[in-house]
């Protein structure tokens, strides 16, 4: 029986941004087999597309042999054509510059992160290898579900820890917070609910590495320090109605906009698909 290669769309403009990506790509496949896809979008304000193109191409083949490497010349809305190229890939990656090129300044990439059907990687353009932990932000729903699920597979294949995040900031409307038992039980229900995540990990990961890290303030704020040096921190991106799909939440667009390190974007499950059905929302 033939496996399936791992196919994966990297998008391109020639910046640091990109040539990032396609470092991270190489160190992320190793010596594993994969086919990639190489885009790059043209129009009057990138003319030198074709050339980034290849330049891409040829950079990829020196970092890795393991792959197949085809190029596309896209036009149209940078981030559309982009997420629409990565209709059939397992993953998208790209890299994020501020004042980098079309497709690497911070808005392309999260809108990116936003449309497409398949998990995005956003690369800050400054990124080398690494020997950190992966992380994982939680915020107890099934797209967060599912960013757990995802980064606990890679921590385990890579050898790396895992760190569960989560961050919280108490809403006041009025002066009362409304938090049934007084805001001060408010850190210790949710560490109780991702350490029961923990224990979920630890028990289909066994020998796997798992800890859990609960703060108090802003989320993207929190996550994005703890973070820092991270190999890779994995976020969920919650479904959304057809007219707000174009948008992340604010979490995740601040996270990719400035990414602390390599940034991967999930996608929610399809409805019915319960990733954690142990954790109800009123043991929040």
């Not at 991702?194 to 303030?217: Q, T, Y």
Request: charged share 20%; glycine share 8%; with cysteine.
């Amino acid at each position: 029986m033939s496996v399936r290669l791992e196919s994966i769309v990297v998008a391109t403009d020639g910046g640091p941004g990109s040539r990032a990506a396609l470092r991270w790509v190489a160190d992320h496949l190793g010596a594993r087999a994969a086919s990639v896809h190489l885009v790059a979008v043209s129009d009057e304000s990138e003319p030198d597309a074709p050339a980034a193109l290849s330049a891409a191409g040829t950079v990829l083949r020196t970092l890795t042999d393991s792959v197949t490497v085809e190029s596309e010349l896209l036009s149209g809305d940078p981030a559309e054509a982009i997420a629409d190229a990565a209709a059939d890939a397992s993953l998208l990656v790209v890299g994020t510059k501020t004042g980098g090129g079309m497709l690497t300044s911070p808005r392309v990439p999260a809108r990116v992160a936003a449309l497409a059907p398949c998990p995005v990687v956003v690369v800050p353009h400054d990124w080398s290898p690494g020997t950190g932990a992966i992380v994982a932000a939680s915020s107890f729903d099934a797209a967060a579900d599912a960013a757990v699920a995802r980064a606990a597979t890679l921590a385990s294949r890579q050898g790396r820890p895992l760190v569960l995040v989560h961050a919280w900031e108490l809403p006041v409307a009025g002066g009362i917070p409304p938090a049934p038992g007084g805001p001060e039980s408010i850190p210790q229900r949710q560490a109780e609910a991702l350490e029961r995540i923990a224990d979920e990990v630890r028990a289909a990961h066994p020998g796997l590495e798992v800890s859990a890290v609960v703060r108090e303030g802003g989320p993207a704020e929190q996550i994005s320090e703890l973070a820092r040096g991270a190999s890779l921190l994995v976020v969920g991106r919650r479904r959304r109605p057809a007219a707000a799909r174009v948008l992340l939440g604010s979490m995740s667009h601040d996270l990719v906009s400035r990414p602390p390190c390599p940034v991967m974007v999930i996608p929610a499950p399809e409805p019915g698909i319960d990733v954690a059905p142990d954790i109800e929302h009123e043991d929040l």
